[in-house]
T-cell receptor
Framework: AQRVTQPEKLLSVFKGAPVELKCNYS??????LFWYVQYSRQRLQLLLR??SRESIKGFTADLNKGETSFHLKKPFAQEEDSAMYYC?????????FGTGTRLTIIP | GAVVSQHPSWVICKSGTSVKIECRSL??????MFWYRQFPKQSLMLMAT?????????EQGVEKDKFLINHASLTLSTLTVTSAHPEDSSFYIC?????????????FGPGTRLTVT
């Protein structure tokens, strides 16, 4: 069975401070990992995927197979980053989501 | 790419009636569609996976006779909540993916809020 764990339900960070949203996973095969973001009253949208190793809106995430982690990071938080963030794992032909972390940026 | 629409965006129905929710992929042909359920302030829980022309695969604990899924074409999947009860009130989200075997391109619909009175 595949599982995604996001230990923090809520995270508040001051504007300009670094952000790290934690994600750990459990999967027997080689995983594909994603971060999705859901802004207030908007649909879920893809933020980034580990295979592309890209940076979107200043966010990056590195897959650490040894620690089975895929933490999301941003060096300087902005107010518009306030949203719900979901880590997700694609395996066995389906996408499994973590419980999500609500990030609030304090002005 | 991977634009997905859902209809209706919200629906209120009486207990015992059935409700159909449509999910369409607008700019691609979706080989696989997924239906998720999201409770307030909780994550998306996968209900079922459907491939065009075949029966849906339901996750453990999801009643297939309660939540009927039809994936009649590569651009349309429907979820019918049969004999709805208040506990079925939730936010239902569909997702569509363009390729099998890989993560492909997976888009999400805006969701349908179902309220059963």
């Amino acid at each position: 069975a595949q599982r995604v764990t996001q230990p923090e339900k809520l995270l508040s960070v001051f504007k300009g401070a670094p952000v790290e949203l934690k994600c750990n996973y459990s999967y027997s095969g080689s995983p594909e990992l994603f971060w999705y973001v859901q802004y207030s009253r908007q649909r879920l949208q893809l933020l980034l995927r580990h295979i592309s190793r890209e940076s979107i809106k200043g966010f990056t995430a590195d897959l650490n197979k040894g620690e089975t982690s895929f933490h999301l990071k941003k060096p300087f938080a902005q107010e518009e980053d306030s949203a719900m963030y979901y880590c997700a794992l694609f395996g066995n032909e389906k996408l499994t989501f973590g419980t999500g972390t609500r990030l609030t940026i304090i002005p | 790419g991977a634009v997905v629409s859902q209809h209706p965006s919200w629906v209120i129905c009486k207990s015992g009636t059935s409700v159909k929710i449509e999910c369409r992929s607008l700019d691609f042909q979706a080989t696989t569609m997924f239906w998720y359920r999201q409770f307030p302030k909780q994550s998306l829980m996968l209900m079922a996976t459907s491939n065009e022309g075949s029966k849906a695969t339901y996750e453990q604990g999801v009643e297939k006779d309660k939540f009927l899924i039809n994936h009649a074409s590569l651009t349309l999947s429907t979820l019918t909540v049969t004999s709805a009860h208040p506990e079925d009130s939730s936010f239902y989200i569909c997702s569509a993916r363009v390729a099998t075997g890989t993560s492909g391109s997976q888009g999400f619909g805006p969701g349908t809020r179902l309220t059963v009175t």
